[in-house]
């Protein structure tokens, strides 16, 4: 059974950092491309970043590139989400997500599984 669990959600103030971890169990980890989604209130969940096996290419939406980063630790089998320059429009429920076929999409459609989601909320 696959589980991934995200941490590191919190409250911090505009122009802080946050990372957020996600760890991934039942499977094997460095086989599967990861994303982070996040829903803000009253919306629908919205493609944030993607890294992608074997190479580590990664992905990010507009609204976030330049201000986070995106790695992960295989020998750990997690993925981090590196925030920082928050902003108040970043406040949202934040998701991790493994994509086991490689689809390397921007979808939340195209990923398999999915964590419990992990609160940001930023103050102005």
């Known amino acids: 059974q696959v589980q991934l669990v995200e941490s590191g959600g919190g409250l911090v103030q505009a122009g802080g950092s946050l990372t957020l971890s996600c760890a991934i169990s039942?499977?094997?980890?460095?086989?599967?491309?990861m994303g982070w989604f996040r829903r803000a209130p009253g919306k629908d969940p919205d493609f944030v970043s993607r890294i992608s096996v074997p190479g580590g290419d990664t992905v990010f939406a507009d609204s976030v590139k330049g201000r986070f980063t995106i790695s992960r630790d295989n020998a750990k089998n997690t993925v981090y989400l590196q925030m920082n320059s928050l902003k108040p429009e970043d406040t949202a429920v934040y998701y991790c997500a493994a994509d086991l076929y490689g689809r390397d999409s921007t979808s939340r459609s195209q990923y398999d599984y999915w964590g419990p989601g992990t609160q940001v909320t930023v103050s102005s």
């Open positions: 039942g499977r094997t980890f460095n086989k599967h491309t």
